[in-house]
């Protein structure tokens, strides 16, 4: 099946620090790729969408300069976190879709912003 | 108005029970309707992808659609501990709009031994 990975898994940094999370689809080549977040006990919330090669698209409401994506491959998309704060922790997630609406999720990462 | 709400429970069953968990929706544009499976700190993981009105099966999973009613559910056979997990249900009104489709917020399921 559809794998997603995601890196790291869990880290912990000190506010003020950038972040850069990976996620790779391992046995496909994603059209798409989105970034979530998710608080305890909440769902997934969509940040943005990532084409290979383009710019990318932005819910209302998140920082594009904050959370910085860049899709270089249609196996690869990061997720940089600028000058993390506590408010930033939380669960990331990201997904990765041939083009229909079917997702694969990655396992997530745990980011906690001390 | 959320366009997708769930219950988010707690949902707590003993062992081999049937287990039943609903989304309602608003909009009736919906026409694809997403189960998922989520593990705690983990990724969430497609159980079930049903297209308009009807049932689908799949194992011991059962998901159901209601667009009159628009309502959604997924039923749980004989259920296991490995079961437990948070549900999370999402739909879509075009084929090619996934990352778009709203979640509820996650019903979240306790099978106890």
Redesign the interface.
Known sequence: GAV?S?HPSRVICKSGTSVKIECRSLDFQAT?M?WYRQFP????M?MA?SNEGSKATYEQGVEKDKFLINHASLTLSTLTVTSAHPEDSS?Y?C?A?T??????????T?LTVL | QKEVEQDPGPLSVPEGAIVSLNCTYSNSAFQYFMWYRQYSRKGPELLMYTYSSGNKEDGRFTAQVDKSSKYISLFIRDSQPSDSATYLCAMSAMSTNAGKAPFGDGTTLTVKP
Do not use: A, D
């Not at chain 1, 006990?41 to 997934?44: A, D, F, N, V």
């Not at chain 1, 609406?101 to 997530?108: A, D, K, M, T």
């Open positions: 997603v995601q798409t989105f006990k909440q769902s997934l969509l969408t669960f997630i997904s879709t083009g229909g609406n079917e997702q694969f999720f990655g396992p997530g745990r």
